[in-house]
């Protein structure tokens, strides 16, 4: 089912971004009293009396603002409008009807498409007077609202989704890839993103620290869904320079979270830096599938891909049992080999093997290479079986827990990986002794 779009649009610092996180009843997008903090189109899904909808969020439009990007995030906002369902302009209440405003109303009016007047701020009964200095703007839907303290938005979206019938059951949606973009600013994760979804979504600049909020995008090929989502970039916290700059590392710790698996962007001339090792490990703590993507080959000179590749993965440990793909995002290069290695990793995450196979892997490589003998005593694997997935997860019994040492796990886990195919995987290992062995086989009999 296709959801109606409501569009949020106006000037800067109305409130868009405040009202926008009361509609979704999310805290998704940056609010901040500095202007231009919204720069690219941010979506989410909500409902209201049995009414699913998407709602977006735009950047503020005023052509005599400072904000870099200016031209960009008012080019965003326009596309924004050109796919709305409903429009919802967004006024500010204390200030006024201002000319800019009179000029986004002109300029809504040309679309010919359905639109509701948000004056926002109305934070008090004695405010409500200032609706009437809005009927300059020519609008007959009107509603005040307080995005600051929550009143008024109910009656917003009934005048907003008035012309939409209601749903009484949704189509549950079919489970596929969440995949995050990440990286340090400026290493292309916009570019790519633009390029995966086949649109132009995310603004792209050579300044780094362009993109601030997640961005998030559904797509459809060949038949198969993805979700992309495009983040800030991940700087030290003692490099982030403002409060902005901190809400946009926390929103893409949360698009982590939030993901299946995650595409790491390095720059193929910088390499591996520690920033990203940090980024690795933020991966790896949450068990989420990660594909390495060496971007910006447009600019190398003098070098063959493969033997890149094999230089990077023999100077960074980190990368051996990892795929990584070389591209350009600028020229497009490789770019259609991302989707492939998506829906591989994305299956090893969820693989469905059987205790009988595993065991009978746990018993080859432990012939090959034996636990080594501590205090007298050596590791003894009775069995292995899987218990979950996203991440693979497995359950060994063994004979003394505290024999599973750290490096005989790591060659488990890297020959369960070549066995199995599980490359880009980050596997959980669940060690059980003999008296939680017995009970977990009396528990299975009952």
Known sequence: M??????????????????????????????????????????????????????IDSGGIDPNSDVPFKELIEKQAKLGA??????????????GPT????????????LDKPIVLAVNKIDSEKD??????FYSLGLEKKVAVSALHNSGIDDLLELALEDFPQVEEREEEIKHPRVTLLGRPNVGKSTLFN?????????????????????????????KSYTFIDTAGIVRKNKEKNVIEKFSRVRTERALDSADLCLLL????????????????????????????????????GHKMEHTLRQMREQNPLLKDLPILVISAKTKR???????????VYSSLAPKLSTGQLNKFIERVMQINHPPMIKGKRLRVYYMTQVGSFPPSFVLFVNYPHLFCPAYKRYLIK???????????????????KKQELAFQNSKEN
Request: net charge positive; proline share 2%; glycine share 4%.
């Open 195 to 223: 390029h995966l979804i086949n649109e132009e979504r995310s603004i792209v600049s050579e300044i780094a620290g362009t993109t601030r909020d997640q961005i998030d995008m559904m797509i459809q090929r060949e038949d």
């Open 128 to 133: 409500n007077s200032a609706l009437f200095d």
């Open 2 to 55: 296709t959801l109606p779009k409501l569009v949020l649009i106006g000037r800067p610092n109305v409130g868009k971004s405040s009202l926008f996180n009361r509609i979704c009843k999310k805290r998704l997008s940056i609010v901040h009293e500095q202007e231009g903090v919204t720069r690219d189109l941010l979506r989410a899904k909500s409902s209201f009396f049995q009414k699913p909808f998407e709602v």
């Open 99 to 110: 000319l800019m405003d009179k000029k986004v109303a002109k300029y809504l009016f040309s």
């Open 266 to 301: 390095i720059n193929v001339e910088e390499g591996l830096t520690t920033q990203e090792k940090k980024i690795l490990s933020m991966i790896e703590m949450r068990k989420k599938g990660c594909i390495i993507i060496l971007n910006k080959w447009d600019l190398v000179r």
């Open 334 to 344: 490789n770019i259609d080999q991302v989707f492939p290695l998506i829906d591989k």
């Open 82 to 95: 050109l796919e709305a369902d409903v429009l919802i302009l967004v006024v500010d209440g204390k200030v």
């Open 415 to 433: 020959n369960l990986k070549e066995e199995f195919d599980l490359r880009g995987a980050f596997i959980s290992f669940f060690i059980r002794g």
